[in-house]
């Protein structure tokens, strides 16, 4: 696996220059492979992932649903359940500033549970899902701050969980309520609260708006922001919505069939996608404030897990596969501002698939015409906002 | 009114003297809360209409009355106030007449694995719609009329597609196979609920840009329900924005969304996730919202029912309901456009018609799924 030792060794330098000097790793995972044993076969879902969570800053994670989203971000605090494995890599995580790391792919499930809630909390889809329906509100805040900080008293773990649910909008005489007796926008809410119950460093959050309407989870992704701000939590954030991860995060990772497949800073994103599966999520979005123009997707169905191609897992959609897409699977190389799967990015040449010419995608399924976006329409002035 | 010039390509449909195909004036629609004795006012004066070659969407948050708009369209529901015309005349309910209107009003569910049978193959579905609404009779009529259809929906060539059966196809795949069978009787308004909101985002665009077509090719009338306002934006012609019950905000779409006047609107636009926005763009949005709360439609209010979230919200609006006020073709239910001096207030319109019925709409048990199915 030469590419993932030249992630690794690279590593160190990869930041670009214009970030902060302050910019101290959290997360670093190294050859990530999580696998699901089944009675068709070994799914495995997340294959070789590499990447570096830094401290206070959030990674986004996006990609078609069965792409392995959920699996990637359950695994990253090993909160994976069977059948599910991590059958290969390490998750090394820096909890203190200075002091060793400790790799979570190597602990005992009852090692783990020292660094759950104190230090890697998940906040899931569905709210309901996660709290205890027969048991207050107040309660659920409590058992887990006493469970997990046995210094703190129940007084005081009480007085925190008012403040966490102030903190969220959710007035602290709500503490009595059921979870059934909060809408879902409050439950969503409570639940992004408890999750920061210990003041863990990493908090996972998979797809928590995608049940909520627009202007509720603006409302929580505000919040979110505005929490995220004073405790200095880092997130990794899943959703198959792109346009929401450009607004947040510091650093996107999009998956495809169970692998990264192109890593960089929203503005990377936004502006010069590098990717052609990205370039096509890119172009699956319509614009909210930008010039209306007509838009094709991507046509093609995700690939079987169980039956991948043999080389590029996006070929059978690609509108600019070279033979060579077919035949040989393309590393993750690293590149300015970011690393990217693509036989037509090197790094010397790491833009080469924004101008390449599209082909007719082979299958044609949906296909009402592939437009490529060029570099240059990418880059077209941002309108002003003017959002009152 | 904005004419669109870009790659969206919408012609905005000339309609001002014409009579729309579908419409409906003033429309109430009171339910009764399951199991309550309490009145859920789903829809509380509303006005719509559908137009040939014309997507119209109808964009709000959950609750805010769309599918129940959908269902007394495709005649689920019967309005409890206001009428419901198809062609200007006001829509005959009961057996026959409603098979009839079938043929031309079509709805599209927003869950392609609920809507068709798992256990028949796109022959049998498609080819089921052709005979009963005596499209095609005959195996090979209405092979050849299956393939046209799939032909259609983009589903090339269609002889890959016709043995499959539901279940070994994407969900986008899927959804084309719904919109086929709807335009199996040539209808001339397709009604589509959310036809996107189960679909992944890369496919998406696929379905819209496929009802952007039919619209263009066969004239039909679309009513795209979303709360996806950037895709109401991509793809209508018109946009009707609903809060609570009401339609607070229509017009040109283009013109609404850049130029949004009812609080509402503002806020739902500028909650909406948008790209350019990304984070180090400057451009970042910071919006406070401190209620996202949907409002109770148990009670009747006086005033403006958006304003116990509305940021600019005046004394008066707690207490009077605002009329809508009119500027082209595009109007407002707002106390803010009082000032404003482009628009103009309304004098409340004429109570149209109203249907007689009853004091609550038809239970949703008796008719529960308006498709082909339904009108055996
Ligand atoms: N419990 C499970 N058993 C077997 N396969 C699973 C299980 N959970 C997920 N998978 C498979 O793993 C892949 C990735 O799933 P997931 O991580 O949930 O994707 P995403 O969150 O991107 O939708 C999919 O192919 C899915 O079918
Ligand atoms: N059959 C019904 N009985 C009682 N209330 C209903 C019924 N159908 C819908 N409602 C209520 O009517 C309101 C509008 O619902 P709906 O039209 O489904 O909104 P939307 O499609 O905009 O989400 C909601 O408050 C909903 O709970
Ligand atoms: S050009 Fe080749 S390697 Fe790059 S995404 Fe397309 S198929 Fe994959
Ligand atoms: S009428 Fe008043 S409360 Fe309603 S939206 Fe306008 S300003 Fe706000
Ligand atoms: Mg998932
Ligand atoms: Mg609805």
Redesign the interface.
């Given at each position: 696996m030469t590419t993932m030792t030249e992630a690794e060794s690279t590593e160190s330098r990869s930041e670009t220059p214009h970030e902060a000097p302050t910019r101290r790793p959290l997360l670093e995972v190294r050859g990530l492979c999580v696998d699901y044993i089944t009675e068709r076969g070994n799914v495995r879902a997340c294959d070789d992932i590499t990447l570096t969570l830094h401290r206070g800053e959030i990674l986004g994670i996006a990609g078609?649903?069965a792409s392995g989203k959920s699996t990637l971000l359950a695994a990253l605090g090993r909160l994976q359940r069977p059948p599910a494995v991590t059958s290969a890599g390490s998750v090394l995580l820096h909890h203190e500033i200075g002091s060793a790391a400790v790799d979570l792919a190597q602990l005992s499930e009852n090692e783990l549970a020292a660094y759950r809630w104190v230090d890697i909390s998940i906040v899931m889809q569905s709210a309901m899902a996660c709290l205890n329906p027969v048991m207050r509100l107040g309660s659920q805040f409590t058992d887990v701050i006493r469970e997990h900080m046995p210094a703190v008293g129940k007084g005081e773990a009480r007085e925190r969980a008012a403040e966490l649910l102030q903190m969220v909008?959710i007035p602290s005489h709500r503490l009595d309520a059921y979870p059934h007796e909060l809408?879902g926008?409050m439950q969503q809410r409570a639940l992004i609260a408890l999750s920061l119950a210990c003041e863990p460093q990493l908090v996972l959050m998979d797809e928590p708006t995608t049940a909520v309407?627009?202007?509720?989870?603006?409302?929580i992704l505000?919040q979110i922001l505005r929490l995220q701000e004073r405790l200095g939590f880092a997130i990794a954030f899943v959703t198959?919505?792109?346009?929401?991860l450009?607004?947040?995060?510091?650093q996107i990772a999009i998956m495809y069939g169970g692998k990264i497949v192109e890593i960089g800073?929203?503005?990377q994103?936004?502006r010069a996608p590098r990717h052609p599966y990205t370039q096509?999520?890119?172009?699956?979005?319509?614009?909210?404030?930008?010039?209306?123009?007509?838009?094709?997707?991507?046509?093609g169905?995700?690939p079987d897990l169980l039956n991948l191609p043999r080389g590029c897992a996006f070929a059978p959609r690609c509108p600019k596969r070279i033979a060579r897409c077919d035949t040989e699977l393309p590393p993750l190389l690293e590149v300015p501002g970011g690393k990217v799967a693509c036989h037509l990015s090197t790094p010397e040449n790491p833009n080469g698939a924004i101008g390449a010419t599209a082909h007719t995608p082979q299958e044609?399924?949906?296909?009402?015409g592939y437009e490529v976006m060029a570099a240059e329409e990418l880059a077209h002035d941002?309108?002003?906002?003017?959002?009152? | 009114m904005t004419t669109r010039t870009d790659a969206g390509q919408k012609p905005i449909a000339d309609h001002v003297d014409r009579t729309p195909i579908l419409e409906v004036r003033d429309l109430e629609v009171h339910l009764r809360a399951p199991g309550g004795r309490r009145t859920v006012r789903a829809v509380d004066g509303a006005s719509l209409a559908l137009h040939a070659g014309e997507i119209t969407a109808l964009v709000g948050e959950s609750g805010s009355g769309k599918t129940t708009i959908a269902r007394v369209l495709s005649l689920v529901y019967k309005p409890t106030g206001g009428s419901l015309l198809y062609d200007g005349k006001p829509v005959k309910y009961g057996h026959r007449a409603e098979r009839a209107y079938y043929s031309n009003v079509q709805l599209i569910f927003q869950d392609p694995f609920a809507s068709l049978n798992a256990l028949k193959k796109v022959s049998y579905i498609l080819g089921r719609a052709l005979r009963i609404h005596r499209i095609a009779s005959g195996p090979r009529a209405v092979r050849a009329k299956v393939l046209e259809l799939l032909g259609l929906v983009n589903l090339t060539p269609g002889e890959s597609f016709v043995d499959r059966y539901p279940t070994d196809m994407s969900g986008g795949q899927r959804q084309r196979i719904a919109i086929a069978r709807s335009l199996a009787m040539n209808p001339r308004v397709l009604l589509a609920d959310e036809p996107t909101s189960m679909l992944d985002a890369s496919i998406r665009i696929g379905v819209l840009n496929l009802l952007d077509r039919l619209r263009r090719e066969h004239q039909l009338a679309v009513l795209y329900i979303t709360h996806d306002i950037a895709s109401a934006r991509y793809l209508a012609d018109r946009v009707n924005v609903m809060f609570g019950g009401k339609i607070v905000e229509y017009g040109d779409a283009e013109d609404v969304i850049a130029n949004p006047k009812h609080p509402y609107t503002r806020q739902l636009i500028s909650a909406a996730p948008d790209p350019a926005r990304y984070k180090g763009s400057g451009h970042e949005i910071i919006t406070d919202i401190s209620d996202a709360s949907p409002i109770d439609n148990t009670v009747e209010y006086m005033g403006c029912r958006f304003a116990a979230r509305c940021p600019v919200a005046l004394p008066k609006c707690t207490t009077q309901q605002p009329p809508y006020f009119v500027s082209g073709t595009r109007a407002t239910a707002c106390w803010r456009a009082e000032d404003d001096p482009s628009f103009s207030e309304t004098t409340p319109q004429s109570t149209a018609t109203h249907s007689g019925a009853g004091d609550e709409a038809t239970p949703p048990s008796q008719k529960e799924h308006v498709s082909h199915d339904s009108t055996e």
């Open positions: 078609e649903s909008g809408s926008g309407d627009v202007v509720m989870q603006r409302q505000t198959h919505d792109l346009s929401l450009l607004e947040i995060s510091d800073t929203a503005e994103l936004y096509g999520l890119r172009q699956a979005f319509p614009p909210l404030s930008e010039p209306v123009r007509r838009l094709s997707g991507i046509p169905s995700p044609q399924e949906g296909s009402d941002v309108k002003e906002g003017d959002a009152a | -």
